[in-house]
């Protein structure tokens, strides 16, 4: 199988270490077994000839140092159900590598212009679904796709929200991997609508990196992405229903024992406006009003890290104490915006994802710009019949399946595994979906015993008001384990820093 390496023309092969044979040569980069000047990516060069002139021990010291500093500041995220190495608490740290991941200019320029367009047609497409639904009627998506999906809501239809826009914040899985002719290419691996998680670390990886090596920046010239709180801010008050001047934002939390609180505390502080729990919410007359010391507070606009079955007992799941009752009917009466929209969860389902070609196509008479990863439904008789037959060699996924779970890598599962797990496709097919296993680009990373490459994958964000704004980067999330394509930070992935460069 080809291989593609993000900073090297020649990857190393599985298991060899970047860095092996220190000692063994006249020059530093022949110590730490880098690849020569020759061998290393354009955009990668200075960067390449700065880290041969680094030492282990430095290196090391700057991995110890950004634990510290993330430890001490609480950057942690949770796995539940799961113990530390010491058998007590949930809160991880997510390892920090400190080889960045780059992207020239051009290359960042194609990708925003295809994320954009994406996150367009997938707007176009829910708001079809919750009104005419047109695609249904031209037959490109089948009725029973959308109508018994379980993240369609039914309580949608007709709705109408700010801008006809209803994911405000996307996180688009993004990975590369070799085309014929050997060539990196991008393909959009996942559409995450709901409320996609991550933006955080994007943020401190940053930050990191800036304190760790700040002549880093000064030798190159790395796009900025520390505004975006401020875009993210801009994005939400675009959304408000217009009912207020000054629309007060909040952001809903289900509270400090939510895998991510860290991020939602971090958005609300970064954006200085009110973190809440679904009891400091209240509905009257159809408004929704935030309890504060001063009393009742009206809310213009919620930016929810809750899921829909938990935002309003009165219509979802009656025994939710995370949300708000009464919540649904400001909605529907156009007296607070909910961002991302109720109903989102229906456009990011993996067995709606193979159709978002046709969907560009349909709503923006445009060819796509990124690809989609080869997908095999498994509701499809012949599909069902391929996969069963090949399931050693691919990567199955449950349709409503996430962070890594639900899922077999063919090519890393026993013979007993790959049994089990096609029991369970043949159980219930429409519940999955399977892809070729894709060559994954790697990057080098700093692990204990030197530079090795990785696989890695890239989380753009894409925030959608009354238009659609990037900042030039995302969160690289990095497979810390030799040979796995399992980036995820719960199947212990680690992030990198992500940068853009300028020119």
């Known amino acids: 199988m080809q291989k593609f390496d993000e900073m090297y023309t020649t990857p190393a092969a599985a298991g060899q270490s970047q860095s092996q044979g220190a000692g063994q040569g006249p020059s530093q980069s022949q110590s730490q077994g880098l690849p020569s000047a020759a061998g290393v990516r354009e955009h990668y060069r200075t960067y390449g000839q700065w880290l041969a002139r680094q030492s282990a021990e430095l290196m090391k010291a700057r991995r110890e140092e950004a ?5 001490r500041v609480g950057i942690t995220f949770a796995v539940y159900g ?8 949930t809160e ?16 960042w320029a194609s990708m925003e212009k295809g994320l954009i367009q994406r996150v367009n047609a997938l707007n176009r497409f829910i708001h079809d679904v919750y009104h005419g639904q047109e695609i249904i009627k031209a037959g490109i998506v089948p009725a029973e796709q959308i109508l018994n999906n379980a993240q369609f809501r039914p309580e949608m239809m007709g709705v109408d929200v700010p801008n006809q826009v209803y994911s405000h914040i996307s996180g688009v899985d993004i990975v590369r991997a070799p085309n014929a002719q050997g060539e990196g290419e991008y393909y959009v691996l996942e559409d995450n609508l709901r409320v996609p998680s991550g933006v955080s670390y994007m943020l401190e990886d940053r930050k990191m990196m800036m304190r760790l090596f700040p002549e880093l920046f000064s030798a190159h010239r790395v796009a900025p992405v520390a505004h975006y709180p401020d875009l993210l801010l801009e994005t939400l008050r675009a959304s408000s229903p217009g009912t207020s001047a000054e629309p007060t934002v909040v952001v809903l939390t289900p509270g400090m024992y939510n895998s991510a609180y860290f991020e939602h505390a971090f958005l609300a502080q970064q954006m200085g406006v009110e973190l809440v729990e679904g ?12 309890r504060t010391t001063r009393g009742p507070r009206r809310v213009d606009v919620i930016y929810r890290r809750v899921d829909d079955d938990f935002l309003d007992p009165k219509v979802f799941r009656p025994s939710s104490t995370l949300g708000c009752p009464g919540l649904m009917d400001a909605y529907r009466a156009g007296h607070v915006a909910i961002c991302n929209a109720v109903g989102t969860g229906v456009a990011d389902d993996k067995s709606i994802y193979p159709y978002v070609p046709k969907m ?10 990124l690809n989609n990863v080869p ?4 509701r499809n008789s012949e599909d069902l019949k391929y996969v069963m037959a090949n399931l050693k060699d691919l990567v199955v996924k449950e349709v409503h399946g996430a962070g890594g779970y639900g899922m077999l890598v063919g090519p890393a599962s ?10 369970a496709v043949l159980a219930n097919p429409s ?12 990057c080098p990373t700093y692990v204990e015993q030197g530079i090795a490459p990785r696989h890695i994958d890239l989380r753009p964000f894409v925030l959608s008001g009354k238009e659609v704004q990037m900042v030039p980067g995302g969160l690289t999330r990095v497979a810390l384990k030799e040979g796995s394509l399992v980036v995820n930070s719960s199947q212990g992935g680690g992030t990198k820093d992500t940068w853009i460069l300028e020119i």
């Open 279 to 290: 009891q400091d919410l209240f509905v009257k007359d159809n408004f929704v009003y935030m």
């Open 67 to 71: 634990e510290m500093i993330f430890r």
């Open 431 to 442: 519940n999955y979906i399977a892809q070729p296993t894709l060559s994954l680009s790697t």
């Open 414 to 423: 026993t013979k007993a595994e790959i049994e089990d797990f096609g029991k």
């Open 82 to 89: 799961a113990k530390d190495e010491d058998g007590a608490g």
């Open 375 to 378: 997908t095999y439904m498994c």
């Open 92 to 107: 991880r740290l997510i390892p920090f590598d400190l080889i960045p991941r780059i992207i020239p200019a051009r290359e």
């Open 360 to 369: 560009i196509e349909f709503y923006l008479g445009e060819k796509p710009i």
